[in-house]
């Protein structure tokens, strides 16, 4: 059985920084990519950045230079440094992973963390 969970949301001002993390456990035997998406109320779900095993990163256009993602391989973690937050950053985060167990991959996803930015 593998979980991803999540810690680090909360409400900020706008200006302010939150790190998110995401821990990967269970029987884990590698983990290929690793993500953060997000979810605004009547909005679909979008792809926020991700960061392959190799550690190349991509990022939606409107968080470019103010998020960043990075991966600790050793604790099966993912992070989301998020500075210079805005109103609109306001989601449920949601951290998903491509975990290979035993003789398959399967991808994941987190149960979510609130992250609320204030004016």
């Known amino acids: 059985q593998v979980q991803l969970v999540e810690s680090g949301g909360g409400l900020v001002q706008a200006g302010g920084s939150l790190r998110l993390s995401c821990a990967a456990s269970g029987s884990i035997l590698s983990i290929n990519n690793m993500g953060w998406y997000r979810q605004a109320p009547g909005k679909q779900r979008e792809l926020v950045a991700s960061?392959?095993?190799?550690?190349?990163?991509d990022y939606v256009d409107s968080v470019k230079g103010r998020f960043t993602i990075s991966r600790d391989n050793a604790k099966n973690t993912v992070y989301l440094q998020m500075d210079a937050l805005k109103p609109e950053d306001t989601a449920v985060y949601y951290c998903?992973?491509?975990?290979?167990?035993?003789?398959?991959?399967?991808?994941?996803w987190g149960q979510g963390t609130q992250v609320t930015v204030s004016s």
């Open positions: 960061v392959t095993s190799s550690g190349r990163t």
């Open positions: 998903n992973a491509d975990i290979r167990s035993y003789s398959r991959s399967i991808n994941y």
